[in-house]
């Protein structure tokens, strides 16, 4: 299985600022996947970074919000941009377990945010 | 209409009880299905994939029935261990990608 690292682990934010978390797999991988959780709520795709080219986004979410970067094959980072307190939430990512889209995945531990 | 509702819960049960829950999906396209686990505070992992034929892993087994799309898990004998909450995850019929229920929380008392 595969080991992913995410940072930080946690955070407590001002509204109006920024915060990017990275995500770290000890293999290359062709997608990573970009999730949110809200409190109480189930796990909500944001995107998929594919190294590369743009990320793909979800209905709902948008690049100028959620800006990702890819940059090569074990790492990609997440930025909330322009933070409120509707962005308080856990960001999971993942990669998938195999070489096809229908395996399943493999989760970060999450960051943990707090928007002020 | 969410595309994987699944009964919160919580259930409630005592060491040694079996407990079961179902969840449902809406696409009837949905071609894999799982159960994941997700404790406090941590992040969610695979329990068991499951099968057209039903599988079962120990002391859970999982159905699916395409007919009336439904997934369950059944946990025997249960374990304080147990306690957690389980997320059903459907992968979507156009891109494959995965839905996940809210989760259903079952709490294992001594």
């Known amino acids: 299985s595969a080991v992913i690292s995410q940072k930080p682990s946690r955070d407590i934010c001002q509204r109006g600022t920024s915060l990017t978390i990275q995500c770290q797999v000890d293999?290359?991988?062709?997608?990573m996947f970009w999730y949110r959780q809200q409190p109480g709520q189930s796990l909500t795709l944001i995107a998929t970074?594919?190294?590369?080219?743009?990320?793909?986004?979800e209905s709902g979410f948008v690049i100028d919000k959620f800006p990702i970067s890819r940059p090569n094959l074990t790492f990609s980072t997440l930025t909330v941009s322009n933070m409120s307190p509707e962005d308080s939430s856990i960001y999971l990512c993942?990669?998938?377990?195999?070489?096809?889209?229908?395996?399943?995945?493999?989760f970060g531990p999450g960051t943990r945010l707090t928007v002020l | 209409r969410k595309e994987v509702e699944q009964d919160p819960g919580p259930f409630n049960v005592p060491e040694g009880a079996t407990v079961a829950f179902n969840c449902t999906y809406s696409?009837?396209?949905?071609?894999?299905f799982f159960w994941y686990r997700q404790d406090c505070r941590k992040e969610p992992k695979l329990l068991m994939s499951?099968?057209?034929s039903g599988n079962e892993d120990g002391r859970f087994t999982a159905q699916l029935n395409r007919a009336s799309q439904y997934i369950s898990l059944l946990i025997r004998d249960s374990k304080l261990s147990d306690s957690a909450t389980y997320l059903c995850?459907?992968?979507?019929?156009?891109?494959?990608?995965?839905?996940f229920g809210a989760g259903t929380t079952v709490t294992v008392r001594a």
């Open positions: 995850v459907v992968t979507r019929s156009n891109d494959y990608k995965l839905s």
């Open positions: 499951v099968y057209s």
């Open positions: 993942s990669v998938p377990s195999g070489s096809y889209n229908t395996d399943t995945q493999y």
């Open positions: 696409n009837s396209a949905s071609q894999s």
């Open positions: 293999s290359q991988v062709t997608m």
């Open positions: 970074a594919n190294q590369g080219s743009e990320a793909t986004y």
